[in-house]
């Protein structure tokens, strides 16, 4: 079993639309998860991270974590074609390396 | 903002070559890491430092060494390349545990 899961993609949305992603991780210990953006030949650049239970919300991007169902997603809501790449989750381990899902590659359509 | 520059984007060698990948961050961050990033794997943590002069393993050390001999500085040394070490290399620093880490423009490196 990976450590860090992602729902596989690739995700098409209509400009506009809310995209949805998600990621379950193994390691109950984990305390803190991050998403991070990757558009196509750039490294990844930080979005949001969450450490508490519930939702946190930055702008259009909304993290939600629930540390009993070990899930966090990331809602993208209006999404615009510039939102279009691959995401990334990672959690901290206990031993405070970060373990990274292979990403889903959101496509918004204009 | 962070900044961390790793000094070549593109990289060609050969096999059996020594190759040297640098990293500079600018934010005088304990910890620094190296990944490298292939399709459909992710990132997977080659070596980590939390500490002039410290490295730990991560989860790819194999053919693999590191150098840390200042803070804002983090090398990594493929002993003798080989084809299957053709990949991007990501490094990454960050002040704590928690806090987020912070990624270099990459280096594609490839090994004919």
């Known amino acids: 079993q990976k450590e860090v899961e992602q729902n596989s993609g690739p995700l098409s949305v209509p400009e506009g639309a809310i995209a949805s992603l998600n990621c379950t991780y193994s390691d109950r210990g984990s305390q803190s998860f991050f998403w991070y953006r990757q558009y196509s030949g750039k490294s990844p650049e930080l979005i949001m991270f969450i450490y508490s239970n519930g939702d946190k919300e930055d702008g259009r991007f909304t993290a939600q974590l629930n540390k009993a169902s070990q899930y966090v997603s990331l809602l993208i809501r209006d999404s615009q074609p510039s939102d279009s790449a691959t995401y990334l989750c990672a959690a901290r381990r206990n031993d405070y390396k970060l373990s990274f899902g292979a990403g889903t590659t959101v496509t918004v359509r204009a | ?112």
């Open chain 2, 1 to 112: 903002d962070v900044k961390v520059t790793q000094s070549s984007r593109y990289l060609v060698k050969r096999t059996g070559e020594k190759v040297f990948l640098e990293c500079v961050q600018d934010m005088d961050h304990e910890n620094m890491f190296w990944y490298r990033q292939d399709p459909g794997l992710g990132l997977r943590l080659i070596y980590f430092s939390y500490d002039v002069k410290m490295k730990e393993k991560g989860d790819i050390p194999e053919g693999y060494s590191v150098s840390r001999e200042k803070k804002e500085r983090f090398s990594l040394i493929l002993e003798s390349a080989s084809t299957n070490q053709t990949s991007m290399y990501l490094c990454a620093s960050t002040q704590g545990a928690d806090q987020p880490q912070h990624f270099g423009d990459g280096t594609r490196l490839s090994i004919l």
